[in-house]
């Protein structure tokens, strides 16, 4: 396998990529699943909510095709830092034919550690430079999880319409606990608050941001600042209970106070204010990956997928949920699926009060500390049809709209 991968490297260098979601590296000859060997760093462990869902992922993934837990090495908390590399430099020396990362800050140094491993294939979900970097070894992974944020949107408008309809609030107010304000944050939280807006169209959303990606207390202290503000319903892209635990606690001390959460089902903490999570079925994108590597296909730089192939879902619908929602969710996922909605219409948002007719993204990629370009990419007008094309181009996510109705608080 590696000899043929090597040669598949060499050749493929001599052309040029093209910016692409389906371009593919190149395949090579089938693999037994039983002589795959697999290394996985992750960010966190099963305590963390983003991580547990790349571990069942795997674990189902493998379990799809027969691959045994003794060919998978797991390397837990790896921070994004040289660690990283150190990490991946060690699998690849323990004889792995694929590594798979699962933080967008882990990207950079399995880059470079597939510089070092060209027979070696580095998987770092979540990233953005697979198409740029000129790597053929070196493939990106994300869902799309606006999908499901706008379904889960869906679900909270249902709630902020009977709330509004029985006289319990008056004002439509959401509230959003964010990590960062990147393009993965900022293209969840959008499609999420168009599925409320889809339901109440004068709702309006705060969202307030942790700088980190999971920390308890910083995501109940966020949701507990966009509570005091007004916020009916928080919803999040953040990987901790934190937020949902702090709502719960806020409702049953009567304030009016709705949770929809991310990655996990998020009725184990707060099971009378959770109405739902957003959730990404990682288990889709490893199997098509490991399928991939296993029969000899070509290998992409970048798989997606959605509710078409059963890539995202929003989890079960908590006991607070508005009459009318289980069908009602049912009908926007059938929307999805046969084009028929799309998340990003921009008929149904505007920017500074004008309806956006063109967004011309750089698919360029830059440094650790976005003071330079670190890969050149193209220019892709990402309009057409009458909608954004997420996913489209890249698997990671790049809309950066900041649209009319959302404040971000702390950006």
């Not at 991968?5 to 037994?32: H, I, K, N, R, Y």
């Not at 933080?103 to 070092?116: C, F, I, K, P, R």
């Not at 007004?230 to 606690?249: N, Y």
């Not at 059938?334 to 063109?358: R, W």
């Amino acid at each position: 396998m590696k000899r043929l991968l090597a040669l598949l490297v060499c050749l493929m260098m001599a052309f040029a990529l093209v910016a692409c979601v389906d371009d593919p590296t190149g395949g090579e000859d089938p693999v037994g699943a039983d002589d795959l060997k697999i290394g996985v760093i992750l960010i966190g462990d099963e305590n963390e909510g983003y991580t547990y869902a790349h571990i069942e992922g795997i674990r189902t993934a493998a379990a799809n095709l027969g691959i045994k837990d003794e060919q998978i090495i797991w390397k837990y908390v790896i921070p994004e830092d040289a660690t990283c590399y150190n990490t991946a430099v060690e699998l690849a020396k323990q004889g792995c034919d694929i590594i798979f990362s699962n933080s967008y800050g882990h990207q950079s140094h399995m880059v470079l550690a597939a510089e070092e491993y060209p027979d070696i294939i580095f998987c770092p979900a979540t990233g953005d430079t697979a198409n740029v970097c000129g790597l053929p070894n070196v493939v990106n992974f994300f869902p799309q999880t606006y999908q499901s944020r706008y379904v889960s949107g869906v679900v909270a408008g249902m709630k902020l319409k009977e709330l509004l309809d029985n006289g319990t609030i008056t004002d439509p107010y959401v509230g959003y606990v964010g990590a960062f304000p990147y393009a993965e944050v900022v293209s969840g939280y959008t499609a999420f608050f168009l599925g409320i807006k889809s339901i109440v169209p004068d709702a309006h959303m705060d969202v307030q941001y942790t700088s980190s990606w999971f920390d308890l207390t910083k995501e109940a202290e966020a949701a507990k600042a966009l509570m005091a503000r007004g916020c009916v319903i928080i919803g999040q892209h953040a990987d901790s209970t934190g937020a949902p635990s702090a709502v719960e606690a806020a409702l049953a001390e009567g304030t009016v106070a709705y949770s929809v959460g991310y990655n996990i089902d998020m009725l184990s903490v707060a099971p009378n204010a959770a109405l739902t999570s957003a959730q990404n079925n990682w288990s889709v994108l490893y199997t098509q990956i490991l399928t991939d590597v296993i029969e000899g296909n070509e290998i992409k730089h970048d798989y997606t997928a959605g509710y078409e192939t059963d890539g995202v879902m929003i989890s079960a619908l908590g006991p607070s949920c508005a009459p009318g929602t289980a069908e009602k969710v049912e009908e926007v996922i059938a929307g999805l699926k046969d084009g028929t909605i799309h998340p990003f219409d921009i008929t149904t948002f505007t920017v500074n009060g004008e309806q956006v007719t063109t967004s011309v993204f750089d698919f360029s990629t830059m440094n650790s500390d976005f003071s330079a370009v670190l890969y050149e990419g193209e220019k892709i007008e990402c309009i057409s049809d009458g909608y954004f094309n997420e996913s489209q181009y890249r698997s990671a996510p790049y809309f950066e709209l900041r649209i009319d109705g959302i404040t971000e608080l702390n950006k």
